[in-house]
T-cell receptor, first 117, second 112 residues
């Protein structure tokens, strides 16, 4: 499945750095999501965008800042991260939020493996 | 609130063995149910889904039936292969379709 791409695939950064993760979907979807996957924890939803509008912020610290300039692109801007933020960050897209039924299937990108030193 | 509970892993099987990974859920209304698979070093891939009670999702030899009476969506495969080694996630999407709620994942290891 190459409908959702993420760059970079791996990122190492210091706690004082600023970096951005990029996600692009080629599926014509209108909803995009950021998830965090840490070892031995369930996937954690971070942010949801529907038609470029943020519809959910799941109590994410402000050092993570999302941006959705259009329905095909989603960014996650990172600054002053902590070592415990090291994880796999997954982007996903779906047709739209709130449509329910068969159109709520989410398609995932390969993820960005982030290491904070 | 909505939640998903999966059996704890890891599950270790020999090639051609029968696989069952249990999944139960708690939800209001009629959620859609999903199984996703994550191979080493990759993101999640949709394996199968069911959108209403008694529906059976199937793909690549895997099957799961949406059982509303037992609030379950157990994953089965009759004969596993080494290439099936991965982490399997059960998930639900509520009627609002806001986001998926995932179980913790079950690691499957198949040896030849």
């Amino acid at each position: 499945e190459t409908g959702v791409t993420q760059t970079p695939r791996h990122l190492v950064m210091g706690m004082t750095n600023k970096k951005s993760l990029k996600c692009e979907q080629h599926l014509g979807h209108n909803a995009m999501y950021w998830y965090k996957q840490s070892a031995k924890k369930p996937l954690e939803l971070m942010f949801v965008y529907n038609f470029k509008e943020q519809t959910e912020n799941n109590s994410v610290p402000s050092r993570f800042s999302p941006e959705c300039p259009n329905s095909s692109h989603l960014f996650l801007h990172l600054h002053t991260l902590q070592p415990e933020d090291s994880a796999l960050y997954l982007c996903a897209s779906s047709q739209e939020v709130g449509s329910g039924g068969a159109t709520d299937t989410q398609y995932f990108g390969p993820g960005t493996r982030l290491t904070v030193l | 609130g909505n939640s998903v509970t999966q059996m704890e892993g890891p599950v270790t099987l020999s090639e051609e063995a029968f696989l069952t990974i249990n999944c139960t859920y708690t939800a209001t209304g009629y959620p859609s149910l999903f199984w996703y698979v994550q191979y080493p070093g990759e993101g999640l891939q949709l394996l199968l889904k069911a959108t209403k009670a008694d529906d059976k999702g199937s793909n690549k030899g895997f099957e799961a039936t949406y059982r509303k009476e037992t609030t379950s969506f157990h994953l089965e495969k009759g004969s596993v292969q080494v290439s099936d080694s991965a982490v399997y996630f059960c998930a639900l999407s509520d009627q609002a379709g806001t986001a998926l709620i995932f179980g913790k994942g079950t690691t499957l290891s198949v040896s030849s």
